[in-house]
């Protein structure tokens, strides 16, 4: 993967990969998820709801998509060789659709990855244990009026120091949210706009958030977590395993920790 998308990453928390999946694979995934949902393509009086969820699609279109070689190249560049898990299927998907009411998900976050015992909502650490990635797949064209999820930029370099407070255990998404939130509120925003096809790759501790679609198009979004291979599961990011070249993402949070490692 070239060194000036890299440097973007590091620099912004994300970036895009023009056309990572083949826009015919990405439409043939378009077709399944309509599928899925009580909704038709050609029938704008069936989009009664402003956002409809579909979970782990385990189909041969998914497991294409997900499994391009320029993205398992970026996979390699970003988090090492050997440190994240092939996936094949892909959830979730978030579809939104053009409507009057105002959906309720679209609070700014990073995304959970792991429940401790007998915990009821999903967690994070400042090693990112359970997750890698978040990834956005775009199985629509989405411009800036039907519903691009925002994403602050450069977000990725406030959440480390919110979540060191918490040590190894880590804390609810819900907890950390309002701290996250006020951190990175100061970010520039940029929108997820692009072509049936195209990949945004997500630092885990990127802040982003959904928005109502206000255009005339459905908006079909895949957004799965790549997770850390087995052997790294616990701590992908270790901050107390001595590394002496860490990869853009471990190098990402060391830096947003100024060199204070102490995590545990
Ligand atoms: O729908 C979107 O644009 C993003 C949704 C999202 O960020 C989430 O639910 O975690």
């Known amino acids: 993967m070239d060194r000036e998308l890299v440097d973007r990453f590091t620099a912004d928390g994300f970036l895009k990969l023009d056309q990572a999946v083949p826009a015919d694979v990405a439409q043939e995934c378009a077709r399944l998820l309509w599928a899925e949902i009580p909704a038709e393509p050609d029938d704008p009086a069936t989009w009664t709801e402003p956002v409809h969820w579909v979970a782990g699609m385990g189909q041969e279109p998914f497991a294409q998509a ?28 978030p579809l939104r659709f053009p409507h009057e009411s105002e959906p309720n998900d679209a609070g700014w ?31 629509t064209d989405i411009d800036e009026h039907n519903a691009p999820t925002r994403i602050r930029i450069g977000s990725h370099m406030d959440a480390p120091a919110v979540l060191r407070e918490h040590g190894s255990r880590g804390a609810s998404i819900f907890h950390i949210g309002p701290d996250i939130e006020a951190a990175s509120a100061h970010r520039p925003i940029a929108l997820a706009t692009g072509r049936v096809g195209d990949v945004y790759l997500c630092h885990p501790f990127l802040v982003h958030a959904a928005q109502p679609n206000h255009g005339n198009q459905p908006r079909f979004l895949g957004q799965p977590a790549l ?29 947003a920790l100024h060199g204070d490692l102490a995590a545990e």
């Open 109 to 139: 976050h990073i995304e959970g990855s792991y429940q401790p015992p007998g915990a009821e909502t999903y967690w994070t650490n400042v090693h990112s244990t359970g997750r890698v990635l978040l990834m956005l797949f775009l199985f």
């Open 66 to 93: 997900i499994n391009t070689p320029v993205l398992h190249d970026a996979f390699d560049t970003l988090i090492g060789p050997g440190r994240w898990a092939p996936r094949d299927s892909m959830g979730s998907f």
């Open 227 to 255: 997770l850390p291979s087995e052997t790294f599961h616990r701590a992908p990011f270790s901050l107390t395993v001595l590394d002496h070249t860490p990869l853009p993402i471990a190098r990402t949070i060391r830096d």
